[in-house]
């Protein structure tokens, strides 16, 4: 399986708190119009089928339904799912949660989706490459993926470990682990190794005076990238 036993049970220990904004999982609730808006702007979100890779609690999934496309929402972390699964009942917005790996999905639905996202995830499997292959295959010809991970060099590792999870604490320590980390070129490789035409970059930064999040074209610490699926 491609997951680390260790990274979900962190997950699983913090999921009762996957909806609570000020927690834990503040910095994904403060980023996430953000992401769905350069998703929905490039890929119009409405009518489309959408399936959300590594979803956790479900704080994109959700907003890309009550954008008007019909989601999946997949992960390996079971305590996580049912967070999500509770939250969308009490929400009213519809959304199909599966306790699945990416690469048995990729499998059973192959060339099913318009829209394929990833966020937040490929820096905390053992096999990236093999995640971005599944994404590759779930996404119909002319379809759009998208991702979202962290840079690998000098100054991520100041911003997103010691800063983030030391200084400002805004995240768990040990969230991340640097050698995880992936450059723009090596997600690149990965892609066209899979198939996909790398179609968008984009990076996001934090400013710690204001405490607000925006997309910017320094790719350096986090990043977003749009590939798509040639017909």
């Known amino acids: 399986m491609n997951a680390d036993p260790l990274e979900l049970q962190k997950f699983a220990d913090l999921a009762h708190r996957w909806w609570d904004p000020t927690s834990e999982f503040r910095p994904l609730h403060e980023i996430n119009p953000l992401r769905l808006e350069w998703i929905n ?10 399936i959300d890779i590594g979803c956790g609690g479900g704080i994109l999934t959700e907003s890309m339904a009550r954008k008007g ?16 699964d509770l939250h ?3 929400s009213g917005v519809q959304v199909r949660y599966k306790l699945i790996a990416a690469e048995e999905m990729a ?16 820096e905390h499997v053992p096999d990236p490459a093999a995640i971005v292959r599944a994404c590759a295959a779930l996404v119909k010809p002319g379809g759009q993926v998208f991702f ?3 840079n690998r060099n000098p100054k991520s590792y100041l911003f997103a470990i010691i800063g983030a999870e030391y200084l400002l604490r805004m995240l768990p320590k ?6 995880k980390f992936i450059t723009p070129s090596e997600l690149s490789q990965y892609l066209r190794s899979a198939g996909l035409e790398v ?33």
């Open 41 to 50: 702007a490039r890929a119009p979100l409405a009518g489309k089928q959408v």
């Open 174 to 179: 040990g969230t991340h682990d640097y050698q």
């Open 148 to 150: 979202s991970t962290l």
């Open 199 to 231: 179609a968008g970059l984009k990076g996001m930064g934090y400013n710690p005076l204001t405490k607000i999040y925006s997309l910017n074209d320094d790719t350096s610490v986090n990043y977003l990238v749009a590939a798509r699926r040639p017909l």
């Open 88 to 90: 969308s009942l009490e």
């Open 107 to 122: 499998a059973q639905e192959a060339g099913q989706y318009d829209v394929v996202t990833c966020m937040e995830m490929l």
């Open 69 to 84: 496309a019909t989601v999946t929402g997949i992960d390996l972390g079971e305590k996580a799912l049912k967070v999500a």
